[in-house]
């Protein structure tokens, strides 16, 4: 693995609760991501972070916001969880920008929301 | 319309019985196409980027090669052990690089002894 731990790796949670991923990452990547994968669907982008205090918007960002405070660290906060938002997530670096350089994973976060 | 598509959804193999996965994409500009496998309960675990048609890569029993269109996968007298979900992603020529790649739904491979 590339130095990258998520947590919870398991959580389960109700309906319009907030809930905060953890993704850790040992590198010191400057780029850093957040995915969810779905079956039917594949892996789908979220968030992502170009630097400290540096992000952007994916393809699926609506009920989610995220903060990287620190090189090494960068959340995930589902405000109010709602059972769409029942996935396994997935935190990925990268040390340039990509097509320079590929991303690597964690081993995800299950995430289901009853 | 996806912009990356992979086909079989899944296929299953007999030890060392070659076959090729394929990856088709629709991007304007491509900037990189990634090979990943993923095995259950893990994350994906980089293989090969390409970057230009006519390109290939190698590791292994495993070859990847590239045209303006799609992608193959070549597997060559597979093992057990190669059985995964194969993935392919691509990302496109916009922005300044940081934003992520688009996947497709993978390809569930099964290798039987």
């Known amino acids: 693995d590339a130095g990258i731990t998520q947590s919870p790796r398991h959580k389960v949670t109700e309906t319009g609760t907030p809930v905060t991923l953890r993704c850790h990452q040992t590198?010191?990547?400057?780029?850093m991501y957040w995915y969810r994968q779905d079956p039917g669907h594949g892996l789908r982008l979220i968030h992502y972070?170009?630097?400290?205090?540096?992000?952007d918007k994916g393809e699926v960002s609506d009920g989610y916001s995220v903060s990287r405070s620190k090189t090494e660290d960068f959340l995930l906060t589902l405000e109010s969880a709602t059972s769409s938002q029942t996935s396994v997530y997935f935190c990925?670096?990268?040390?340039?920008?990509?097509?320079?350089?590929?991303?690597?994973f964690g081993n995800g976060t299950r995430l289901t929301v009853t | 319309e996806d912009q990356v598509t992979q086909s079989p959804e899944a296929l299953r193999l007999q030890e060392g019985e070659s076959s090729s996965l394929n990856c088709s994409y629709t991007?304007?500009?491509?900037?990189?196409l990634f090979w990943y496998r993923q095995d259950p309960g893990k994350g994906p675990e980089f293989l090969f980027t390409?970057?230009?048609a006519g390109e290939e890569k190698e590791k292994e029993r495993l070859k990847a090669t590239l045209t303006k269109k799609e992608s193959f996968l070549h597997i060559t007298a597979p093992k057990p052990e190669d059985s995964a979900t194969y993935l392919c992603?691509?990302?496109?020529?916009?922005?300044?690089?940081?934003?992520?790649?688009?996947f497709g739904k993978g390809t569930h491979l099964i290798i039987q002894p």
């Open positions: 990925a670096i990268s040390d340039r920008a990509l097509g320079n350089s590929p991303l690597h």
């Open positions: 972070s170009y630097g400290v205090k540096d992000t």
């Open positions: 992603a691509v990302q496109e020529y916009s922005g300044g690089g940081a934003d992520g790649l688009t």
């Open positions: 991007v304007s500009g491509l900037r990189g």
């Open positions: 390409l970057y230009s």
């Open positions: 590198e010191n990547h400057r780029y």
